[in-house]
């Protein structure tokens, strides 16, 4: 069983285009996260979501909005796609009040905006 | 803040010879170390982490790393190395303090490990 999926795993788009990517664990967690991988393998959070708080990187535009329906997904929602978005994007859960926190990552969505 | 430094882009290594892969981190406070290894077109997996205890710490695949907290250093080690090693490895740091935004974890830029046959 997958432990973080992420659907779809390839998205293909044209700019200006709003486009989601959806993210369901079934680890049992209750913090998740979005992560975002340049062409140079970089890896930078992006947004954090445990029980109702959002806790955002204040380098994100506000194009990028999380939206979790329950504690097993967050699915993340762009709007106004530029060129500069196009990376790999990385869903992620853990336990948030372990300190054994290892995070669980999903297999990543490869966005390419033409 | 706290932030993590891989200094070697790269590290190419012959099958069979043993391994290191750096990292030095910075935090206010005790840190929790990780390593994440990311094979070609996948995402990042656990291999081992630091809480407190023991400096030196097992992970999966036969891999450890070695806790230094006067040189601040995570460095991550395996004695021989498998071409099957391959891959994009990536050290993280959380600050031991609890608050908002204590739970997330900072990572490096990676460090790209070559095993030659």
């Known amino acids: 069983d997958t432990a973080v999926s992420q659907t779809p795993k390839y998205l293909v788009t044209q700019m200006g285009n709003d486009k989601s990517i959806k993210c369901e664990q079934n680890l049992g967690h209750d913090t998740m996260y979005w992560y975002k991988q340049d062409s140079k393998k970089f890896l930078k959070i992006m947004f954090s979501?445990?029980?109702?708080?959002?806790?955002i990187n204040e380098t994100v535009p506000n194009r990028f909005s999380p939206k979790s329906p329950d504690k097993a997904h967050l699915n993340l929602h762009i709007n106004s796609l530029e060129l500069g978005d196009s990376a790999v994007y990385f869903c992620?859960?853990?336990?948030?009040?372990?300190?054994?926190?290892?995070?669980?990552f999903g297999p990543g969505t490869r966005l390419t905006v033409l | 803040a706290q932030s993590v430094a891989q200094p070697e882009d790269q590290v190419n290594v012959a099958e069979g010879n043993p391994l290191t892969v750096k990292c030095t981190y910075s935090v206010s406070g005790n840190p929790y170390l990780f390593w994440y290894v990311q094979y070609p077109n996948r995402g990042l997996q656990f291999l081992l982490k630091y809480i407190t205890g023991d400096n030196l710490v097992k992970g999966s695949y036969g891999f450890e790393a070695e806790f230094n907290k006067s040189q601040t250093s995570f460095h991550l080690k395996k004695p021989s190395a498998l071409v099957s090693d391959s891959a994009l490895y990536f050290c993280a740091v959380r600050a031991s303090y609890s608050g908002a935004g204590s739970y997330q974890l900072t990572f490096g830029k990676g460090t790209k490990l070559s095993v030659i046959p």
């Open positions: 979501y445990n029980n109702k708080e959002l806790i």
């Open positions: 992620a859960s853990s336990k948030r009040d372990s300190k054994y926190n290892e995070q669980f």
